[in-house]
């Protein structure tokens, strides 16, 4: 692991889950200087922070790089959504792809995959069938991953017709592997 990731990812665990953003800020600044992150860094401090368990550090870092006017592409944030999947903190995974939207950030099939997850992982399958239709809206294509993922949001909402009508729907698109 790069040396920079190492430490940062150190003193950000250190500030725990209720760290201010100023914090993070100061964390960033010394370990960076006036130098912005590469993206392959950030990468590696999110999922180094995710798999500590730290998704609200992990986020607080995004808001922060954000604000050091990092560009935040499509891969930092299907990371964050990653994250926020993981721990079932689906009202955060729907707030960064909406954000990616105000941002014009591209949002694709794997980052509303990993949100629908997030939903569904969480027993929004309101949430998860929303996004899901929000796909077609955004000419977002959907996998059988997308499928899968709101079929398991409604099952776990007991929404069986919904669910059905998904297995129907899934067996008349077109689906690449």
């Given amino acids: 692991m790069d040396s920079v990731v190492l430490n940062i ?51 607080a870092v995004l808001r922060c790089l954000q604000r050091r006017n990092l560009e935040i592409d499509v891969y930092l944030a299907s990371a964050s959504i990653t994250i926020c999947r993981r721990v079932s903190a689906w009202n955060q995974a729907v707030h960064i792809l909406r954000e990616m939207a105000e941002s014009r950030v591209e949002r694709d099939t794997i980052t509303y995959n990993a949100a629908v997850s997030a939903c569904g992982k969480s027993e929004q399958w309101l949430q998860a069938l929303q996004l899901f239709l929000d796909m077609a809206e955004c000419r977002v294509t959907r996998d059988i991953i997308t499928y899968s993922a709101a079929v398991c949001a409604c099952d776990k909402g007991d929404q069986w017709v919904q669910a059905l009508q998904l297995f129907r729907d899934m067996s008349f698109s077109r689906l690449e592997k």
């Fill in 9 to 59: 990812c150190r003193d950000v665990k250190g500030l725990g889950a209720n760290g201010r953003s100023d914090g993070f800020e100061l964390i960033l600044h010394r370990h960076m200087g006036d130098v912005l992150f590469e993206s392959r860094r950030v990468m590696q401090l999110l999922k180094e922070l995710g798999h500590a368990h730290e998704w609200q550090s992990s986020l």
